[in-house]
């Protein structure tokens, strides 16, 4: 992906080494993040979900304090990513049945002088994979997919939608 105001990989210098972007001169503005994804899995396993049976306790409650504490831990997860002051956190964890499926959306916001897409996507991967973990002595099987950015909002750039949002 390139950046969409000068076609260039922005984590690069102008010798093509690696580092943290200067936001320093960057204005404040309100960011926000939406990200989705989803957990495909046996019936069965959802089962366990709906009936609040699983032995490792509530799944979507652990797994939507898993995708809180995601956010506020990115910047020690992704090398070039600045520690930010995150003003709000939403993750919504719903059943789906058809296919069986644990569907998370994540909303991040912040107000900084840079984006906040990547802790938005890194709470819905770990809200999702908290799912996976308390779920893995049913279902092996299970598949993470689709966890996408599908809207940001704030900076120079402004709004972004997904195509097909």
Partial sequence: MTDSNNNKLSHFNAQGNAHMVDVGAKAITKRVAVTEGRIFM???????????????GDVLGIARIAGIMATKKTADLIPLCHPLAITHVDIQLSIEENPAAVYCQSRVEVSGKTGI??????????ALL??????????????????????????KSGEWLAQDS
């Fill in 42 to 56: 046996r019936s069965s396993t959802l089962q366990h979900i709906i009936d609040g049976n699983n032995k490792k």
């Fill in 130 to 155: 908290t799912v996976y973990d308390m779920c893995k002595a049913v279902d092996r099987g299970m598949q993470i997919d689709g966890v996408r950015l599908l809207k940001k909002t704030g900076g």
């Fill in 117 to 126: 897409e990547i802790e938005a996507l890194n709470a819905t991967q770990i």
